[in-house]
């Protein structure tokens, strides 16, 4: 990073546009200064997408420069409609703090994940923050309209970084057999679920079955 700054504008745009060209999870790289002021970004000149953000992170990288943390934004839908996150690092010279690199990093692949595991019909796979929040939802209407994981047990296990199965009723009075885990270090939780009529569905049938011979 301290090398990345002290280069040229012209160097600074092209090293960062291979890493998002070499990089796909990187929707646009910029080098601030410690003001906020973009010393070189590979949006060419357009607006920020993530301005709303930018502010905030660059007073926490000030603030906890050399406590070795990566400061990174709430999840936000683009005006694309697609899952995206900030991160800001600093860039430090001499132990102090003489720039900023800020990435916007694109989250559809977490997306692609939860379609590709959806289980069964009518079975679901979601991804939430710690507060609950949707990230990825193989119902993206719940992602669109910002809803809630309501099982604060299972966010709290998430936290303490364990994973676990459960049957649980949701909130709509359908029974639901699920899987959940940690993602990340952020706090994160993904989750498998089916509704136990659907799940135990070929059980139930070879019981029957069983019954009648």
Same mark, same amino acid.
């Given at each position: 990073?301290?090398?990345?700054?002290?280069?040229?504008?012209?160097?600074?745009?092209?090293?960062?546009?291979?890493?998002v060209?070499?990089?796909?999870?990187f929707?646009?790289?910029?080098?601030?200064?410690?003001?906020?002021?973009?010393?070189?970004?590979?949006?060419?000149?357009?607006?920020?997408?993530?301005?709303?953000?930018?502010?905030? #992170?660059?007073?926490? +990288?000030?603030?906890? !420069?050399?406590? $070795?943390?990566?400061?990174?934004?709430? &999840?936000?839908?683009?005006? %694309?409609?697609?899952?995206?996150?900030?991160?800001?690092e600093?860039?430090?010279?001499?132990?102090?703090?003489?720039?900023? #690199?800020?990435?916007? +990093?694109?989250?559809? !692949?977490?997306? $692609?994940?939860?379609?590709?595991?959806? &289980?069964?019909?009518?079975? %679901?796979?979601?991804?939430?923050?710690?507060?609950?929040?949707?990230?990825?939802?193989?119902?993206?209407?719940?992602?669109?309209?910002?809803?809630?994981?309501?099982?604060?047990?299972?966010? $709290?296990?998430?936290?303490?970084?364990?994973n676990?199965?459960?049957?649980?009723?949701?909130?709509?009075?359908?029974?639901?057999?699920?899987?959940?885990?940690?993602?990340?270090?952020?706090?994160?939780?993904?989750?498998?679920?089916?509704?136990?009529?659907?799940?135990?569905?070929?059980?139930?049938?070879?019981?029957?079955?069983?019954?009648?011979?």
């Amino acid at each position: 990073l301290q090398s990345g700054y002290e280069m040229t504008h012209s160097r600074q745009e092209l090293t960062i546009n291979s890493l998002v060209n070499d990089f796909d999870l990187f929707n646009q790289l910029s080098i601030l200064d410690t003001s906020g002021v973009v010393l070189a970004s590979t949006s060419f000149g357009e607006p920020e997408p993530s301005s709303g953000h930018k502010n905030q #992170l660059i007073r926490d +990288v000030l603030k906890y !420069a050399r406590q $070795d943390t990566t400061l990174y934004s709430s &999840v936000y839908i683009s005006e %694309e409609r697609l899952p995206l996150l900030d991160i800001a690092e600093p860039i430090l010279r001499y132990n102090q703090v003489v720039g900023i #690199l800020y990435a916007v +990093v694109d989250l559809k !692949a977490m997306w $692609d994940v939860v379609d590709q595991n959806k &289980v069964g019909e009518t079975g %679901e796979a979601f991804i939430f923050d710690q507060e609950g929040i949707y990230i990825a939802h193989s119902d993206r209407k719940n992602v669109y309209s910002k809803k809630t994981f309501s099982r604060k047990d299972i966010i $709290d296990k998430i936290k303490h970084l364990e994973n676990g199965q459960i049957i649980y009723t949701t909130e709509d009075g359908v029974e639901m057999v699920a899987a959940y885990a940690p993602v990340g270090g952020y706090g994160w939780g993904a989750m498998l679920q089916q509704p136990t009529q659907e799940a135990f569905e070929p059980a139930h049938r070879m019981r029957f079955r069983m019954m009648q011979f």
